[in-house]
């Protein structure tokens, strides 16, 4: 199963000077090693350390992603930056770390009546605090490897 | 951004709260309510009949407001409302919006009151 993702980054171009588009992954579910290769165009001052930083940072969030991507389906407490805190089923995670959860139910429902008939929810990824997730949920040695794999540049 | 085959279901996307009535959480606390009509990539939405539910203690309203445009950043949630469920806890009264200022101004005031007297029990550090 061959898994490819094109991402377009506009940010990262403005910090780094080097505009970024797009950058396709590819990833073989199963062995959870992956190639990276990434076409570039070099923008105005293109710093190597900067670029190496970037594609560091890029490969990073396809980390968490992979690995929330393998959570879909399991009970999670997502807390927000607000301390709402909402139990449900993982439906599914994107690129932002946006997350959607099913069969919803609020942690603390009596301080949070407005919540009482939702779900279902999209949980912005930028407002997530924590993921507490289920302890056998974590192939700890798995995402050891993986990290290390990250760290070393793949 | 693109999914080849069988991944494609795993997109969080927006498309499936097309045309739902939904409640949307915002950063300053606000509470909206309306239908998405639109959405993008930033999870900026277009809300269509949207009201304002303003909670405080017992009471409640919905204050309508129309057509909104939301933008992404302020987001919080989207949540899907069950309409076969009671959105909220029976013994909630309905009030009028300006009661519920009324009520909104006096809860506001009495959480700064507490501030303030905390802060001087602090300073005298009674501790």
Redesign the interface.
Known sequence: ???????SLPPFSVVYGLSVSPIALVSFAGDDEYTPCCEFRPNITSNYSSFVLAVLIIIFLQLFFSYF?DL?GREVTVE???D?A?RGTL?????YL???LEN?RVVDQDKY????????????G??VRYVQLPPDGVDVDLLHDATRREARGG | ???????I??????AS?LDKKL?V?L?D?R?LMGILRSFDQF?NAVLEGACE?V?VGELYCDIPLGLYVIR??N?????????E?????PQ?TCVSAAEIRRAQKAEREASDLKGTMRKRMEFLDLD
């Open positions: 199963m061959v898994l490819i993702l094109s991402l991507k879909v927000l930056k607000n709402l909402i439906h599914s995670v994107d690129q946006n997350i959607k919803t009546p407005h919540m009482l008939s939702v779900r279902n929810c999209f949980i912005r930028s407002v | 951004m693109s999914l080849a085959g069988e991944d279901y795993l997109s969080t996307s927006l709260y409640l959480l950063r606390g509470k999870a539910r909670i992404g950043e987001v919080v949630l989207i949540g899907e409302l069950d309409l469920r009671e959105e909220l806890p909630m």
